[in-house]
């Protein structure tokens, strides 16, 4: 029997992180607190076995909304009265069109007659790359590939220092790093991250920095959970390019996760194998030369439970599209 949550936090995160893989960051109570404090709703159910789901309900359309499970659920229920008691309890709480899923394997929806789930362009990314950081210095950096080791000395010989920003100085320095964000997604032709979001990130997430003399030049946004440490957004200068500025923002992150305790390191998106015309292929040569374990899930599906809204909503994407 499916219910909604009644418990604390550390309670819910314990359940989570049962089957923690990557992603799992996204089922947490940190990333329902990102999601509240952007005003979205948010529903935590649990099954009868205590697996647990966490649902966002989001606007797509105007009266269109849909019920998101990021990166879940973790365990995808194999019975159709199971997912019907989930969508009755979120429902009651705010009408959607569809249900949204980003099971972590192969799902068999043919064991639930009466949900129509259609593979759809990934929300989360469906191809990572895992780092194993339970490694000492040397270890770690002899696994890197030449380039990235070389780039490192470079960024170490123009005095390139990183540190993590908190308090009064990310408060101060936060026009700074929205202005790189901007530059960088300008660049490579990505929409940058709301603002709005970007400031709900900063609330629980850990902020990095490089800094050439007192310029920040490179930036990035981390969240941590379980034994996983998540790259979640980056950005650099494009005019100190030379400096190698990333590369050493990044080695610095690894270590101090490293002894935080987290075991993994989670690039989180790059382009599939073989794919060199990819929107993510270049930032994938940059991750991929810090070494790790390429990680592949099945990626998003839609399944409408409003007929009527789902269909009209269906209907104007292909149009949209044509």
């Known amino acids: 029997m499916v219910k909604v949550f009644s418990g604390t936090d550390l309670e819910w995160d314990a359940l989570v992180r049962r089957t923690e893989c990557s ?84 799902p068999h929806f043919e064991g639930l007659p009466g949900f129509k789930f259609r593979k759809r362009r990934d929300v989360s990314p469906s191809h990572t790359l895992v780092t194993s950081i339970a490694k000492s210095d040397d270890e770690l950096f002899s696994s890197f590939h030449e380039k990235t080791r070389y780039n490192i000395r470079v960024a170490e010989r123009h005095n390139i220092q990183v540190r993590k920003l908190i308090g009064d100085e990310l408060a101060a320095r936060a026009d700074e790093i929205f202005s790189l964000y901007d530059q960088t997604g300008g660049r490579h032709k990505i929409s940058p991250t709301p603002r709005i979001d970007m400031q709900a990130f900063f609330g629980i997430g850990d902020v990095w920095a490089a800094f050439y003399g007192e310029k920040i ?29 990333p590369y050493a923002l990044q080695w610095n992150i690894i270590r101090a996760a490293r002894d935080a305790g987290f075991s993994h390191y989670d690039w989180w998106g790059i382009a599939p194998e073989n794919e060199p015309q990819h929107r993510l292929a270049g930032v994938t040569r940059f991750k991929l030369g810090f070494g790790g374990e390429r990680v592949a899930s099945v990626g998003t599906f839609d399944c409408g439970i409003d007929r009527i809204t789902y269909a009209l909503y269906t209907l104007a994407s292909h149009i949209r599209r044509s």
């Open 217 to 245: 030049i490179a930036t990035s946004i981390h969240i941590g959970f379980g034994s996983y440490m998540t790259y979640v957004h980056g950005a650099s200068s494009y005019d100190h390019r030379a400096l190698m500025s």
């Open 23 to 106: 992603g799992s960051f996204l089922q947490s109570s940190l990333w329902a607190a990102v999601q509240e404090k952007r005003r979205a709703i948010c529903m935590r159910l649990i099954d009868g076995a205590k697996n647990p789901s966490l649902w966002i309900a989001l606007p797509i359309k105007p009266l269109v909304w849909v019920w998101y499970c990021p990166k879940g659920p973790l365990i995808l229920p194999t019975e159709s009265h199971e997912l019907r008691g989930i969508q009755a309890i979120l429902q009651t709480k705010k009408r959607g069109a569809l249900l949204r899923i980003e099971p972590q394997s192969a």
